[in-house]
């Protein structure tokens, strides 16, 4: 972090990495960080996708999917084979998510 200019994806990286490292403080901090940033710039959906799913909040998770996909967030087109979301894979809503986009379930 120290080399990045902490951009939106590097602090959604290191976010991740805290929760899946079982250090959830620190990505729940990275998460404030990442909505306070929201309100004065664009910070994809799918990067709070991605900090919701590492700390294992499903629902917090498919709700940001959900406005990726409302948004037409170009990364959602590997959605259905990245591992980070396998934990929501057995939700209906993630089943759902799929449909709408015509990717395979």
Known sequence: MALSPRDSVSIAYLACA????GQKAKAQAILSES????NREFVS???FAWIYASLGDV?????WLEKSYEEREAML?????VPLFDPLRSDPRF????RK???PE
């Open 45 to 47: 959906p799918m990067r």
């Open 101 to 103: 986009m015509g990717l």
């Open 18 to 21: 805290y929760a899946l490292a």
């Open 95 to 98: 089943s759902e998510l799929l």
């Open 35 to 38: 909505s306070e940033r929201a």
């Open 59 to 63: 629902d917090g998770a498919l709700k």
């Open 77 to 81: 087109w590997w959605l259905n084979v």
